[in-house]
């Protein structure tokens, strides 16, 4: 069994990208995001953009990164997986040194992670940031910086966890999805069966219990989350 696990919204308590742009990108980041939010741009070239107006040597982008808490219940979760040797893979449309900073403060910078790149210029008089998409796909309706539906393995059972729009193309493809938020209304509105959870410490709990099916490779009815 392989876990795949979105982080901004998911692991995350708050989105990082956002976070560090509020705090330390020129105010015309917001400009960019209304943009993207029109359609006039897609997320990937949204990213890129807000990403280059980033001010801060990488100390105080590490001190801003140091404010963000994860899920309470994301280090046990973590412990269950490794436990029963199913590996868990970080699939973000964010990026991927802040999702490394945050985990390694939590002491699971082991998990490997596929996002956008930053790339930092420190030889300029200012520190100046650029975002690199190795993982995006021309042929991927999402238009994100990061083809989930690309970075999904083929090997089963697979587990999905997210709450948001950048896992829509992924959604209907692993043998099990946790969804929460905007994902959880977009495969209620697409009829694509999930499990709805609320943080990590109740969808342990899912989990364990629908792992003999899993495990067994019996489809999964559609289930909803005990009140
Ligand atoms: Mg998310
Ligand atoms: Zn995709």
């Known amino acids: 069994m392989q876990v795949y696990c979105d982080f901004d919204g998911t692991i995350s308590l708050d989105d ?13 980041w917001e400009t960019v995001e209304a943009l993207w ?6 997320s990937g070239e949204c990213m890129r953009r807000q990403v280059a107006m980033i001010r801060g040597e990488r100390s105080t982008l590490d001190a801003v990164l140091d404010e ?36 390694q403060r939590h002491s699971l910078g082991h998990l490997p992670v596929v996002a956008n790149l930053l790339i930092t210029d420190a030889a300029a008089r200012a520190a100046s940031y650029k975002l690199l998409s190795p993982h995006s796909d021309e042929g991927c309706k ?13 090997l089963g059972p697979r587990v999905y966890v997210g709450d948001g729009c950048s896992d829509f ?25 999930f499990v709805a959870y609320q943080g990590f410490e109740d969808l342990t709990l899912s989990l364990r219990a629908a792992l003999p099916r ?12 005990a009140a």
């Open 68 to 103: 963000i808490s994860i899920d309470p219940g994301f280090a046990s979760f973590v412990q269950f997986c490794a436990a029963r040797n199913f590996p868990i893979t970080i699939v973000s449309d964010g990026v991927d040194y802040f999702i490394k900073r945050i985990l």
């Open 214 to 225: 899993l495990l067994n490779r019996e489809v999964l009815p559609r289930q909803h989350a």
């Open 142 to 154: 999402a238009t994100s910086g990061v083809c989930k539906c690309r970075s999904l393995g083929a």
């Open 169 to 193: 193309c992924v959604s209907d493809k692993p043998e099990l999805v946790f969804a929460k938020g905007k994902l959880a209304d977009f495969c209620d509105d697409r009829n694509i069966p």
């Open 16 to 28: 990082a990208t956002d976070h560090v742009l509020s705090r330390l990108a020129d105010p015309q």
């Open 37 to 42: 939010q029109e359609g006039a741009i897609d």
